[in-house]
């Protein structure tokens, strides 16, 4: 069988490194915010390009929590509109929505399945404060575009990062393209840790500040609390382990974009749409989604020749009973893309033999 994604694998190489560090980790008796988190947010925030990078529990509180400053900094107001692509994963919405901001979704494109700039700019009102742009499968969000119309409106931008680790346009890379941005270590990303772990990057200096605190008790110096802050801190174990993987990132996504040209190349079947991508660094294919009509019949076809695919994602967050108030929306390109999408294995564990069978198998279907 060849499975979606086996982490022990892509983790396996770091086994004796990982250790030692542990060892070290436990002899030290220091286990909350110490050497390895300022380690990580000095060597991350340089990665990206940014001048700091603040290291909290996970993806979503990151993005919570740039929320949170920027209202601390009275950029934002509860109530505001945030602009949210509306085939996304459901965190970047529950961001908004934990903030007490209004998120209001917009269609994203088919072809890229990132959010469709020309639908921005049909929904910013007088409320629209900020722009959540997600580089959904790993692929950059039109950000020059996004950017321009950012700036003729005066909003935010706030990247949501989770997918897109080392994504690179023009030398800038993700998390490095707005205001702020969102990062997620779960197990399964490009950079992932073996745990829950996330960061914020940003070159806002005032809200640098406001996050350093406001993941750690609302607290600078210690039982001195400033604000109403959260417990959110990155774990000092994943950090090291993350310290370990960062310098291999780049290789990584090398790999997977290797992987994704080939499959762009030789996968060659037309009941299959394969995703658009320039062929450039601005595509660090978290995930490998193609589109097709009865994705439920290639699925179990995949099955059955032993080759494991997931579906991300099979329930739009507009349509999920937890968001219930906007179960009537119409989204007709958002419904399109979570009723035909496939995620086929992409992944730095699978051999080539595996892969000349993923290609032939495709292709015979
Ligand atoms: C993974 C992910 C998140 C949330 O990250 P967690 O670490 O799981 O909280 C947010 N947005 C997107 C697009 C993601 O893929």
């Not at 994963?89 to 209004?102: F, G, K, N, P, R």
């Not at 997931?310 to 937890?322: C, T, W």
């Amino acid at each position: 069988m060849i499975t979606f994604l086996n982490l022990y694998k892509i983790n396996q190489p770091f086994e004796t490194a990982f250790h030692e560090k542990m060892k070290q980790f436990f002899e030290a008796g220091w286990y909350v915010l110490g050497k390895e988190v300022s380690a990580f947010e000095a060597g991350f925030a340089s990665y990206c390009g940014a001048k700091y990078c603040i290291g909290v529990g996970n993806g979503l509180d990151a993005l919570v929590l740039i929320f949170k400053g920027y209202i601390e900094l009275g950029k934002l107001q509860k109530g505001d509109e945030v602009l949210v692509p509306a085939n996304t994963y459901i965190a970047s919405i529950l961001a908004v929505l934990q903030a007490d901001l209004v998120p209001v979704l917009i269609e994203p494109k088919l072809e890229t399945y990132t959010i469709d700039p020309h639908a921005i700019e049909a929904k910013i009102t007088t409320k629209t404060k900020a722009i959540l742009p997600v580089h959904l499968y790993g692929q950059l969000c039109e950000m020059t575009t996004i950017n321009e119309i950012a700036k003729r409106h005066h909003l935010l931008i706030i990247e949501d990062a989770a997918q897109a680790h080392g994504a690179t346009r023009n030398n800038t890379k993700a998390g490095s393209f707005g205001n702020a941005a969102g990062f997620s270590f779960y197990p399964g990303k490009n950079l992932g840790a073996l745990g829950d772990a996330g960061a914020i990057t940003t070159n806002d200096a005032a809200l640098a500040e406001v996050l350093f605190s406001l993941r750690n008790y609302g607290s600078k110096v210690k039982y001195e609390n400033e604000r109403l802050g959260v417990n959110s801190r990155l774990d000092e174990l994943q950090a090291a382990f993350l310290n370990l993987k960062l310098p291999h990132l780049e290789a990584e996504n090398e790999f997977r974009r290797r992987l994704a040209k080939r499959y762009l190349l030789e996968i060659n079947n037309e009941k299959i749409i394969l995703p658009q991508w320039d062929g450039t660094d601005n595509h660090v294919f978290h995930l490998f989604v193609v589109r097709t009509q009865n994705r439920l019949a290639l699925q179990d076809y995949l099955k059955n020749q032993g080759i494991e695919t997931m579906i991300h994602y099979p329930i739009p967050p507009h349509k999920q009973k937890a968001l219930f108030n906007w179960n009537n929306l119409s989204f007709p390109i958002t419904a399109k893309i979570h009723d035909e999408v496939l995620s086929i294995p992409l992944n730095s564990s699978l051999t080539n033999d595996e892969i000349d069978q993923i290609i032939q198998k495709l292709n015979q279907y």
